[in-house]
């Protein structure tokens, strides 16, 4: 059973950076297709960036382009999202998605069979 645990979210003041990280065990990570996707109170759960499984190849939702950078370390199960210039509107629980079944990178969140527990992002004004 794979299981993905998130971590790096907390409260930071707008155009402020942070790094959240996603563990994943319990499967060959290489062979996974990650994803990030975020969602807000009140909000249905959105899609932020997704990577391939070798790394090189990435598409971000336009809210992120620019600001946020995804990679990732094979060696370690780890998927990283750095977050730059962070707004307000960036406040949500966010979530890191594992697609075992299929190497294409999708943006839909029906795609992706393992997520994680979340970790709350805060952006103050």
């Known amino acids: 059973q794979v299981q993905l645990v998130e971590s790096g979210g907390g409260l930071v003041q707008a155009g402020g950076s942070l790094r959240l990280s996603c563990s994943a065990s319990?499967?060959?990570?290489?062979?996974?297709?990650m994803a990030w996707f975020r969602q807000a109170p009140g909000k249905e759960r959105e899609f932020v960036v997704v990577?391939?499984?070798?790394?090189?190849?990435?598409l971000y939702a336009d809210s992120g382009e620019g600001r946020f950078t995804v990679s990732r370390d094979n060696a370690r199960n780890t998927v990283y999202l750095q977050m730059n210039n962070l707004k307000p509107e960036d406040t949500a629980v966010y979530y890191c998605?594992?697609?075992?079944?299929?190497?294409?990178?999708?943006?839909?969140?029906?795609?992706?069979?393992?997520w994680g527990q979340g970790t709350q992002v805060t952006v103050s004004a």
């Open positions: 990577i391939n499984r070798s790394g090189g190849t990435t």
């Open positions: 998605a594992a697609d075992r079944a299929n190497s294409a990178i999708r943006t839909r969140a029906g795609a992706y069979e393992y």
């Open positions: 319990g499967g060959t990570f290489s062979t996974f297709v």
